[in-house]
């Protein structure tokens, strides 16, 4: 069929699922439109009015084709409802190892990081037979990132982190484009996906002009942006110590509890309005406009980069009184000033 240009290239394993499913449901759905329409011109010859006084025959009901209309209909289409259920939560469920890749997109290009601290802009290199995962953010509007070719595509949100992953099966050269309208050159947000075979995309890393890996970055910053004046890996200080505190969870002043991942850390971060860590002061600065999207996932990355595994859980550091080990302090409520530059062991 993809000879005829009806679809895409099939160059995922995703794809392949998503194709599958998709003429499995042309084909029943043409069966049955076709059947139906086949059963009316039968009705409308055979069934016609012969002269104009005839009264047709009066036929009471049949259980039994009422039974079977009505079951055998239900399911097939429960059947493709389930097969379709199950296509879906493979997309939204990523293997537990994936080579994380985290995406902005703004008026008007994708701009792509990755871990070792390459970047890109409206291109993306990844390797064919690995699970990648793309953390994407939008530092304005709405806008979608779509693979054709992968059969993937997400929508990317201001202030909000969302994920899909996939894995190329097949190297080559695929479009990616914003399937969100998003402004006047919408239709320029348009890239490349470059599926490359893992010796190729070692070589092409090897090449590439990072600045360090993502996490050394966030550490530059952390130190750039006075946090470690709070955050000291000694324990004693206004605020608490982040090393463990990624994938662990976080006690709120409110009674409510956290999961430290990306997207708590960054309203940490930006100054979301929330619920106090608990045993810690609202003194947390709001670095809203001080730093763009790239420079927190380089902060987050750096934060999960001290700690542990995501999910794993460790006892509460000093600073705080929580009423059950296996509970982290997480960063102290949203302030309104930054403080860098302070010194430490004063205010």
Avoid at 26 to 49: D, E, N, Q, S
Avoid at 126 to 137: A, E, G, S
Wanted: aromatic letters at 12%; one cysteine or more.
């Amino acid at each position: 069929m993809n000879s005829l240009n009806l679809l895409p290239p099939t160059a995922s394993t995703y794809a392949t699922q998503v194709d599958y499913l998709f003429w499995v449901m042309v084909a029943i759905c043409g069966v049955v439109t076709f059947g139906i329409a086949l059963f009316i011109v039968y009705c409308a010859i055979k069934y016609r009015r012969k002269h104009a006084d005839e009264l047709p025959p009066q036929i009471t009901n049949n259980y039994k084709v009422e039974a079977a209309w009505t079951v055998i209909p239900l399911l097939i289409f429960l059947g493709m409802f389930g097969w379709g259920a199950k296509t879906y939560f493979y997309a939204e469920e990523p293997p537990a190892h994936t080579l994380n890749i985290w995406v902005v997109g703004k008026q008007w290009m994708w701009t792509i990081e990755h871990q070792n601290g390459i970047r890109e802009i409206n291109t993306l290199h990844i390797p064919i037979d690995t699970p990648i995962r793309l953390t994407m953010i939008s530092q304005d509007v709405v806008h979608s990132f779509f693979v054709p070719a992968f059969r993937t595509k997400q929508d990317v949100l201001p202030d909000r982190y969302t994920t899909e992953w996939f894995e190329a099966n097949s190297a080559g050269k695929y479009h990616l484009f914003c399937s969100e309208y998003c402004g006047a050159k919408h239709a320029g947000m348009v890239g490349w996906v470059y599926a490359m075979n893992p010796h190729d995309y070692q070589l092409w890393l090897q090449q590439g002009a990072g600045e360090g890996s993502l996490a050394s970055q966030g550490g530059k910053l952390f130190h750039q942006f006075g946090c470690a004046n709070c955050h000291r890996s000694s324990g004693h200080g206004p605020g608490p110590d982040l090393r463990g505190l990624y994938g662990t969870h976080v006690e709120l002043n409110n009674g409510t509890i956290r999961t430290a991942d990306a997207a708590y850390i960054r309203e940490c971060i930006m100054g979301a309005k929330g619920g106090l860590v608990f045993g810690f002061a609202n003194i947390m600065p709001n670095f809203t406009g001080q730093l763009n999207e790239l420079q927190v996932l380089a902060l987050v990355s750096y934060i999960k980069a001290i700690g542990p595994e995501a999910g794993v859980n460790q006892p509460s550091g000093s600073g705080t009184n929580p009423s059950r080990v296996g509970f982290q302090p997480g960063i102290a409520g949203p302030g309104s000033t930054s403080i860098s530059g302070t010194k430490p062991d004063s205010r």
